[in-house]
């Protein structure tokens, strides 16, 4: 069983910087790629960006991409969402995804439960 835990989220000014961190238990994080996704309310689950397992390789949605960075660090068994440059528009909650490798949300088996980060105008 994996578990997945998120934090680091907040209430940040346009413009502004928040890094979240995505924190797994279970052996298999160092070999599972993960993902990050965002929920705005009224709307469907969004994929932000995913990473694979090594940390060699990334992807990013066109609206973050050049804005976020995903990194992971095997040791800590932690993945992190570095957000610069952000916008009322990314305001949503964001979950951390296990052991999927693509954009679909129905790809990933694991979840967190969510961080909120709100982005003031």
């Known amino acids: 069983q994996v578990q997945l835990v998120e934090s680091g989220g907040g209430l940040v000014q346009a413009g502004g910087s928040l890094r979240l961190s995505c924190a797994a238990s279970?052996?298999?994080?160092?070999?599972?790629?993960m993902g990050w996704f965002r929920q705005a309310p009224g709307k469907e689950r969004e994929f932000v960006a995913n990473?694979?397992?090594?940390?060699?390789?990334?992807y990013y949605a066109d609206s973050v991409k050049g804005r976020f960075a995903i990194s992971r660090d095997n040791v800590k068994n932690t993945v992190y969402l570095q957000m610069n440059s952000l916008k009322p528009e990314d305001t949503a909650v964001y979950y951390c995804?296990?052991?999927?490798?693509?954009?679909?949300?129905?790809?990933?088996?694991?979840w967190g439960q969510g961080t909120q980060v709100t982005v003031s105008s």
């Open positions: 995804a296990g052991r999927g490798s693509t954009s679909r949300a129905g790809d990933y088996d694991y």
């Open positions: 279970g052996r298999t994080f160092s070999r599972s790629a």
């Open positions: 990473i694979n397992w090594s940390g060699g390789s990334t």
